[in-house]
């Protein structure tokens, strides 16, 4: 029986490993300001997420993860989930888990290049209840995933409860060149993938089967107008790749978002869309990586050591359906396109605490100029720990 | 100092066992269908517990025990008391705790026969705050509680901030065999016992001091009509009783809750009840047991183990008071009694993990036509890990 | 890598100590009676606190505290914060923790006098979120803490979304004895500080940025009337000391909360305060300190030795400002001033477990008669365990 405290969090485990809890948690505080005209809420500080996490294996077959949030003053629970290991490549899970669809989604908030995830994350589901297979195959080059879901609307986490049709997920994602074992190879960190999302969604009890869409810092930006409801079909597409080589990184996705709209005798299909692409570069030379960056020595000034340092920038633009207007939103009230610049400067003291300050502008429009309003400014400061 | 990482769970502890800290969870994740023409919410996966748990004892006579649940979504606290241990068989219980009533109630809810207990539950106090003396005595063989309580309604559970009189409640619990080194001997595994709880309730601050009820799957069944008070005596009492013999255990219990009611100028005494009687047979001839099923042998396909099964059947009965109708209770909208069916198979892999289908059909009737409604058809699979 | 589990807590570390996490609660069970005329809710048992606590250290410079509380049924996270030690005497922190103006708000809620802390705490900010410098120096003789924050009304709690103008919060502690030797120096337990805070409020986003105040046990106070809003500064001092010497404690403040508020086009700077002052006696003998009393021998009745019991008597009295009335509020419904007497027994039988009684009489009055109302009478038992 043995206990592990050090850079790679606190765990306790029998001697074979076979047993084994690991305790984690996640902070980040952020003040956030909003400059200019920016409308919405007001300039504040505030718990972007406080996360505690416990994780089990048992018998090393079974494992299990817990991960509930206070963020913002709000008791969630994130992650609840079981994992069945059925042999190498092959694991079944059950519970409430991230939805496999978008890259940027799926990557650790820690690890993200900016403090909120990009606008495609907005036309995906985010985090539901269901069960899914998954695993590596073909030398670990090959991720997949698929799954059946309650069916959360876009953008947004559910508890179960959903209206009765489910949704089938599927996600594949492959880095050919991960095997390789010469470091300098430049093909090594190209990943490239596709998730799909395919279902049906009706209103039922109240809920009309749709999504409200905010701006990246929580202003309402799109909503259908009451009585728009869903009626048949949902379908979501998201191509998505990553390269990272050496201090730089580039990560992209794209995500379209189709769903059969009904308002009185008129249905129509929608299809609103998103892309994002930004660019890292680790000044202190460390490597980039999906996974987040990690000091090659740590903060420490009478050594003359101080971590590590990464630039980033990002643009995105994101679009709702020319047809939705007027039948099916208001174009004097909801917006129709848009695109967000970013700039983001990090540092890492250690491995597990990042500084982050980004400053972020997007601006908004629409075939009429009624869709065009005010341009969102903001500038973010975020202090995280996670272990 | 020491660490245990286990089948038994994960604890740390001092070398005497005088200071110990325990961590577990529960999780268990439902899909459950809605069949035919059953009314109520949807088909839908979800989180059915998921629970953390913290308990610490303290230089021996103190100890503590946490659980947290952020089932369906919604973060609640289950259980948070302080345990003062004076000696052997007496103890005090300070804090919320499971109110010591039903037998089915009282089990952990990982063990229980179906996925959802049964309609004597839903007749007695869930959990609530109050203290308690308790303890075992006569050998072990006579478990005894007697506690004060807030006093919640039927099948409910309260954070305080009750109606001012309190409840008194008690239960005890007898096996009178249970010591009997001979495994064979046919008695050992016999329990009775019979739980009481008396109190006033009136309505106050807004509240009628009386419950609604629900069906196991949480469908609306039985509300009082508006205006409706609690008015004087509550009092329930539980018999119960369960007898396990090798592979084979049977359980039952009977629940009946008294209410003093009034309407306007007229009042009643309004008795409600229900029973069920459950078996269960483990396929692969391990012990069945009140605190659930280990399986001999871990589910391994290479070597060709593949853990415990057990089947089991259930049938329950409710009945309303009939004077509740149609004064209290209005016999077009509330049903008055019914009858529930089902039959389970549950696999165990290993001892902390079980997978369970339940199907199970509830009638409901009444004297009137009226009382009755369409059937409840459910199938419910279940996916559980406790540790 | 090590494991530590007796009095001290419950921890995990590395052999240098630069990680470390440890694991704790606090429970609080009370019984509150509410006696003769009392007006307010109920006399209840419920949960006052039930609190799950994470605190880890990385690296040595780099912890983080997280504390959730389900006291009350609530889920809320109290503290969530990164430490940052730059050096000996300097640190900084980022998140939600509690404001650095009241003495007894900083106390532990396991070490106060009696069971609710006094009417000083509710014309102070509760937890906030912000940033804040603070240290030690003086050979540790001195505490400063500086910080910017949200700015919570008086007595409340904020997670963000406040009105965009932010508070200043300063506070000095100072001990000049307490490095000497010499523990019969009578100074030795003497301190005194002073807490100030700073800033602008105005209503917004529907918030008139003005609370409302309560009892000691909840009962509605003084509220503003309806369309007063806060309109400009808000400043409050606090002064502070405390003095222990041997098995004698008294520890007192002061507390000035001053507001701008505006009803139509009326204004005014209106001024609430606060005093109270506390005393209490070890009749064991163990030491009366700020932190708390750890008995010199744990309750065991075989050895005749039954840990520490402890006397206290506090006094306070709050006074709203008089030109609050009638323009700003209505005296007919809000009361202007009151005076509390408390007299309590803790019985500590081990450091960790505390029995509490607490008898308490709160009158209530005005300049105009109307003001009065009936007097506020609590007989409070509560059972506590903190590990």
């Known amino acids: ?84 290991r059925f042999g190498s490549g092959l694991s079944l899970r059950a519970g409430r888990f991230s939805t496999p669809l978008g890259l940027e989604f799926l990557q650790s908030s820690n690890a993200t290049m900016h403090v909120e995830r990009g606008y495609p ?14 695993g590596r ?24 409860d959903a209206t009765p049709p489910k949704d089938l997920i599927a996600r594949a994602f492959i880095e050919p060149w991960r095997n390789n074992r010469d470091a300098s190879d430049w093909l090594r960190g190209l990943g490239a993938g596709l998730g799909v999302s395919v279902g049906t969604e009706r209103s039922a009890n109240g809920s009309s089967g749709l999504a409200s869409y905010r701006t990246l810092h929580r202003s309402a930006l799109f909503s259908y107008r009451g009585g728009v409801e869903a009626d048949g079909r949902r379908m979501r597409l998201v191509p998505q790749a990553y390269y990272y080589a050496g201090p730089f990184g580039v990560i992209g996705e ?25 660019g890292s570069w680790v000044l202190t030379g460390e490597s980039a990586s999906y ?13 003359g050591t101080w971590g590590a340092f990464e630039l980033s920038a990002k643009v995105q633009r994101f679009q709702f359906d020319e047809d939705a207007f007027p039948q099916y939103a208001d174009p004097e009230a909801q917006v129709e396109n848009g695109t967000s610049l970013a700039a983001g400067l990090s540092w890492y003291p250690v491995r597990n605490v990042r500084f982050m300050t980004v400053a972020e502008r997007t601006t908004f429009g629409g075939t009429e100029a009624a869709n065009a309003r005010d341009a969102e400014h903001t500038l973010t400061m975020r202090v995280q720990l996670s272990y």
Chains 1, 2, 3 share one sequence.
Do not use: C
């Open 254 to 278: 794209y995500a379209l978002s189709q769903h059969d709209v009904q308002r009185g005798d008129n249905t129509e299909t929608l299809a609103h869309r998103a892309w994002q692409i930004g």
């Open 291 to 303: 996974g987040g960056v990690s000091p090659e020595n740590s903060y420490d000034p009478e050594a």
């Open 121 to 134: 994350t907005a036309f995906v589901s985010n985090r539901d209840v269901g069960f899914q297979l998954y």
């Open 1 to 84: 029986q043995s206990v592990f405290a050090d850079a790679g969090g606190f765990r306790i485990a029998d001697d074979d490993g076979d047993y084994q809890l690991r305790i984690g948690g996640d902070l980040q505080t952020d003040a956030r300001m909003l400059l200019g005209d920016t409308p919405g809420t007001s300039s504040s500080f505030f718990l972007r997420r406080a996360r505690v996490r416990l994780s089990a294996t048992l018998q090393r077959r079974f494992s299990i993860r817990f991960m509930s949030d206070f963020g913002r003053g709000q008791a969630t629970i994130q992650d609840a989930y079981i994992d069945f």
């Open 137 to 160: 195959t073909l030398g670990q080059r090959l991720q997949y995933s698929v799954g059946v879901f309650n069916g959360a609307p876009d953008g947004t986490s559910l508890d179960g």
